[in-house]
Each structure stands twice: as C-alpha cells, then as structure tokens.
C-alpha cells in the first residue's frame, strides 16, 4: 500500500487531538444535561457551521438510492457513536475513555481485513497484540480491584460499542467519499443524526424544559459543537483520500490529548498503568501501521 498523502496524514492527527479534547470537554458539562442532548447540541451546532460553506458551494447532488446509507452511516457515527462516549463518561474518566476508544484503529483494520478491503500481515498481527495489551493495562488495575463498580464496567463496554460502530462507519464510507465531494456528505450525514438525536433528547426532557448551562458550560458546548463539525469534514475528507486504517490510527493522539486535558482541568489523576498503557497501545498502533 502506497503512503497516505500528507495533508490527509495532518487531517487524520487533527482529528485525534480534537476527539480527546472534546472526550474531556464532554465530560466537563455531562452533570448540567444528559447524554443524548449534550450529543443532539454538538451536532446541530455542527452542522450549523457546515451550512454557510455548503451553501457557497451549491445545492448537493446525491444520488437518491445513496441517501438512506449515507444517512444511516451518518446517525450511527453521530448518534450512537456520541450518546454512547456520553454513557461512558458518566461513570469512566475521560483519559480512560479516550483509551479505550482508541482500540477505533484496531477495530478498523479488523473489519477491513474481513471485508477484504485492506491485507492483514504478520507485522500488523504483532501490533494489533500490543494494543489488546494496551487495552488490558487499561482495566485491568480495575479487573483486580476487590470491589469494581457495576456502571464503570456498563461504561467501558459503550466505549468499546461506540469503537466498533465508528469503525465499522469508517470503512463502509468509502464508496460514497469516492463518489461524491466530502463536504455535501458530512453535512447530510451530520443532519440526518440530529433527527435520530433528538428524539433520544426528547426521552431525556430536552424539549419541554431549557437546557440550564452555566456560561462556561455553553462556551464549552459550543466549542464541542464547531470542534465536532470540522473535525468530522476533516475526518472524511482524510478517508477519501487514504486507507481507514491509516486515517483512524491517529485515534491514538486522543488519549495522550484527554489524559493532558483531564489531568490539567478536571484534576483527573494519571496513574503509572494508565501512562504504561497509552505507550503500549501507541507502540501497538504505530507497528500495525508500519511501511514495509
């Protein structure tokens, strides 16, 4: 496989950072709203951000027959992915979060390699070891405590679910980011999540009462909300233009960003396992995804 071109490598590495920061953001404003409505506000704020440059460029054409997956792709990367990162960081640390998701790499080159989409080798074994061994530092001081809580491992298994549905995502996107402009799609994409969105806020009360956040915490959802809305036109325009196993590698900046984040502004502690463990899973992701 050729390299990644180096614009979409710098797309890919933003993207990472931005997910761990708004992972700590999130988690930041959770106790004012809940899960699905803190997710529905993020993505209508993003796709209010995408509009004005959709419509600059023109009305989208999008074959009819592709608007149901486009928009089913779409729901599942914003509306489950996000409501379940939200269940998480209920009872899970943020840097633990952001671990956990970042097993999105793994899932991905898995799936691929079954799908027949990318060739699963000998080095890329080694390194999908290293990183289930990252995963494994990650709760496993958790295994091994005498009394664990039952939330925090519901929570850990939605990180894992989100992961593999947004990996899943990522390589079923690709036919249609070859067929048609980056932009139109992640904006329809974004749009047809907040429908599926709101009707889980609405299980939560988000219309019939206004949403109390404080100053700061609006300030915060709106920087999920603009963060979410490039980063996720970043994040595909980054799979049109390489592998998904390349492009979600970069996964792994998000629990270094989340563990600096939560430490410095929610005074999350970063014990010496969790530290052992985004090394290992870094080592993990960066053999995977070696050149020969």
Partial sequence: MSAAPPLAVLAAAAVGVQVGAAIVASRFVLDQTGPASLALLRYAIGFLCLLPAVAATGVPRIDRRDLLPIAFLGTVQF?????????ALLTVPSARVALLFATF?????????ALGREALSVRRTAGVALTVAGVALAVGEKALAASSDPAEWLGTAAVLAAAFSGALCSVLYRPYLRKYETLPVSAFA?????????????????????PRFTGTG?????????????????????????????????????????????????????????????????????LALRES
């Avoid at 509306?79 to 269940?87: D, F, H, Y």
């Avoid at 790499?105 to 390699?113: E, I, K, R, V, W």
């Avoid at 999540?193 to 206004?210: H, I, R």
Wanted: hydrophobic share 65%; glycine share 12%; proline share 4%.
């Fill in 79 to 87: 509306g489950v992915v996000i409501a379940l990162l939200n269940v």
């Fill in 105 to 113: 790499p793994l899932m991905t080159m898995l799936l691929a390699a």
């Fill in 190 to 210: 974004m749009l047809a999540s907040v429908g599926g969105l709101a009707v889980l806020a609405a299980g939560e009360g988000f219309f019939t009462t206004v």
């Fill in 218 to 286: 609006w300030a915060v959802v709106a920087f999920i909300g603009a963060s979410s809305g490039a980063g996720y036109f970043l994040w595909l325009w980054a799979l049109r233009h390489a592998s998904p196993t390349r492009v979600t590698v970069f996964l792994g900046l998000s629990p270094v960003t989340a563990a600096a984040l939560g430490a410095t502004l929610l005074g999350e502690p970063v014990t010496w396992s969790l530290a052992a463990a985004i090394a290992v899973l870094a080592a993990g992701l960066w």
